[in-house]
């Protein structure tokens, strides 16, 4: 074809470039707009399973209300101020709102809810490194004397937190020194036993299921930039 263009390589340099970008496509997809993006993590948040808590803060303090402010999990309702013919315990809940935007009672219930999963697996461990941080000094000592006396007696404690049917906050003040003091009442299904050191079972029984009532008292300081919340008491319903 002498000095002109070589039409015949540039048709079939251009089918292959075709292809290619064909194969391209089919391969990596195209965005259309429509694709549902990947969810993103919630970090700090309480829907979030511990394990993953201990993965990114490194320690083992389970994050009730205060952690990371989330908007998406506010409630209407703790954002108004109570009717006159409110509950009490209405009226103290709105007056922590009102020093503690973020707090509100789903998040802190489900918060609570955690917190007593562990604090429960961990006494019956003996695991005071997990204890420790959860516990406001006084309740920890008793925790901690309590573990002491078993273990110098060779026992050991096995049990088993079957379920957790209900975590209902029951009572809440605000003191004169803005500490918010939040109780709730835990219901829950748990198996426990505790064993000698040959074994044997010299109290409870492991293959009984028992349904057991507590009253916990949580505490903040409002005023502190520590946004993490402490056991303070412990009690059983009567």
Same mark, same amino acid.
């Not at 503690?100 to 917190?115: E, H, L, M, Q, Y």
């Not at 941080?133 to 006084?138: R, S």
């Not at 004169?176 to 939040?182: C, L, Q, W």
């Given at each position: 074809?002498?000095?002109?263009?070589?039409?015949?390589?540039?048709?079939?340099? =251009?089918?292959?470039?075709?292809?290619?970008?064909?194969?391209?496509?089919?391969?990596? &997809?195209?965005?259309?707009?429509?694709?549902?993006?990947?969810?993103?993590?919630?970090? &700090?948040?309480?829907? $979030?399973?511990?394990?993953?808590?201990?993965?990114? $803060?490194?320690?083992?303090?389970?994050?009730?209300?205060?952690?990371? $402010?989330? #908007?998406?999990?506010?409630?209407?309702?703790?954002?108004? #101020?109570?009717?006159? !013919?409110?509950?009490?315990?209405?009226?103290?809940?709105?007056?922590?709102?009102?020093?503690?935007? !973020?707090?509100?009672?789903?998040?802190?219930?489900?918060?609570?809810?955690?917190?007593?999963?562990?604090?429960?697996?961990?006494?019956?461990? &003996? @695991?005071?490194?997990?204890?420790?941080?959860?516990?406001?000094?006084?309740?920890?000592?008793?925790?901690?004397?309590?573990? @002491? +006396?078993?273990?110098?007696?060779?026992?050991?404690?096995?049990?088993?937190?079957? =379920?957790?049917?209900?975590?209902?906050?029951?009572?809440?003040?605000?003191?004169?020194?803005?500490?918010?003091?939040?109780?709730?009442?835990?219901?829950?299904?748990?198996?426990?036993?505790?064993?000698?050191?040959?074994? $044997?079972?010299?109290?409870?029984? #492991?293959? @009984?299921?028992?349904?057991?009532?507590?009253? /916990?008292?949580? +505490?903040? @300081?409002?005023?502190?930039?520590?946004? !993490? /919340?402490?056991?303070?008491?412990?009690?059983?319903?009567?």
């Amino acid at each position: 074809m002498g000095n002109g263009f070589p039409i015949f390589e540039i048709v079939i340099f =251009g089918m292959i470039a075709a292809f290619l970008i064909l194969r391209l496509r089919n391969t990596l &997809g195209r965005r259309t707009g429509h694709e549902q993006e990947e969810p993103k993590s919630r970090l &700090g948040t309480l829907d $979030r399973d511990r394990a993953d808590v201990a993965d990114d $803060r490194g320690d083992n303090v389970i994050d009730l209300p205060g952690q990371d $402010r989330n #908007p998406r999990l506010d409630l209407a309702e703790d954002n108004l #101020p109570p009717a006159a !013919n409110a509950s009490q315990l209405d009226k103290n809940l709105y007056a922590i709102r009102q020093v503690d935007p !973020n707090f509100d009672r789903r998040t802190f219930a489900n918060g609570a809810r955690s917190a007593y999963e562990m604090i429960v697996v961990a006494f019956a461990a &003996g @695991d005071r490194q997990t204890l420790e941080p959860l516990l406001a000094d006084k309740v920890y000592a008793s925790f901690a004397a309590a573990i @002491d +006396a078993r273990e110098d007696a060779k026992h050991v404690q096995e049990t088993t937190l079957v =379920g957790i049917k209900q975590a209902d906050i029951v009572e809440a003040e605000l003191t004169e020194d803005k500490v918010a003091e939040v109780t709730v009442k835990f219901v829950s299904s748990m198996i426990s036993a505790t064993k000698d050191s040959e074994g $044997r079972v010299i109290a409870g029984d #492991p293959n @009984d299921v028992n349904t057991l009532t507590e009253i /916990w008292t949580f +505490a903040r @300081d409002t005023r502190s930039s520590d946004p !993490n /919340w402490e056991l303070i008491a412990t009690r059983s319903a009567h």
